[in-house]
């Protein structure tokens, strides 16, 4: 099973500022099979990233992922109020598919 | 519009079994590999289980292996997992999820989940 680490489990900032989320993998992850979800309370997940670095339907530009082999980022590049949620990363290249878990975005 | 409503969820004691369901709409269900995921209170994601469109490929986690059955009725547009042997480590919120694409794919459409509770 590939163990995906998220870090740090909790970022704090203000609307405005750059976040760096980081997501590390057990073992090697194709990074065409790496995604990032955000979930907000109460609410089910939301596809944001797949393949690594390609924007889910409708999501704004302000989120991108990079990375590849173990090593996965979702840069956030300046925080909107509703971006403060929790985030996923996801390898589905092999079974189980895995998920981090997670990176909570609050508001500093 | 994609919709994706489960049901089933309940409040059973350890050793039970209980049938969750997941009705799908808004899309051609039989294109699409189909997957539970589930959230116990507090935590994190976990990835439960997964059906092909035609369920020639089925896949499971090592912890509900040999418990939990998933499977589909395409002419129904609806996914099921069967859940016997619960135990209170299962309690969780269930979502079914949908596939972008047939194959190894993200998840782009989540329903709002069922919520299981294994207790006695």
């Known amino acids: 099973e590939i163990v995906m680490t998220q870090s740090p489990g909790t970022l704090s900032l203000s609307p405005g500022e750059r976040a760096t989320l980081s997501c590390r993998a057990s073992q090697s992850v194709s990074s065409t099979y790496l995604a990032w979800y955000q979930q907000k309370p109460g609410q089910a997940p939301r596809l944001l990233i797949y393949?690594?670095?390609s924007r889910a339907t409708g999501i704004p530009d302000r989120f991108s992922g990079s990375g590849s082999g173990t090593d996965f980022t979702l840069t956030i590049s300046r925080l909107e109020p509703e971006d403060f949620a929790v985030y996923y990363c996801?390898?589905?290249?092999?079974?189980?598919?895995?998920f981090g878990q997670g990176t909570k975005v609050e508001i500093k | 519009e994609v919709q994706l409503v489960e049901s089933g969820g309940d409040l059973v004691q350890p050793g039970r079994s209980l049938r969750l369901s997941c009705a799908a709409s808004?899309?051609?269900?039989?294109?699409?590999?189909m997957h539970w995921v589930r959230q116990a209170p507090g935590k994190g994601l976990e990835w439960v289980s997964g059906v092909s469109w035609n369920s020639g490929s089925i896949a499971y986690a090592d912890s509900v292996k040999g418990r939990f059955t998933i499977s589909r009725d395409n002419a129904k547009n609806c996914l099921y997992l069967q859940m016997n042997s619960l135990r209170a480590e299962d309690t969780a919120l269930y979502y079914c999820?949908?596939?972008?694409?047939?194959?190894?794919?993200?998840?782009?459409?989540w329903g709002q989940g069922t919520m299981v509770a294994v207790s006695s």
């Open positions: 996801h390898q589905y290249g092999s079974s189980p598919r895995t």
């Open positions: 393949g690594a670095s």
């Open positions: 808004g899309f051609i269900f039989d294109d699409y590999t």
């Open positions: 999820a949908k596939s972008i694409f047939s194959g190894l794919a993200a998840f782009d459409f």
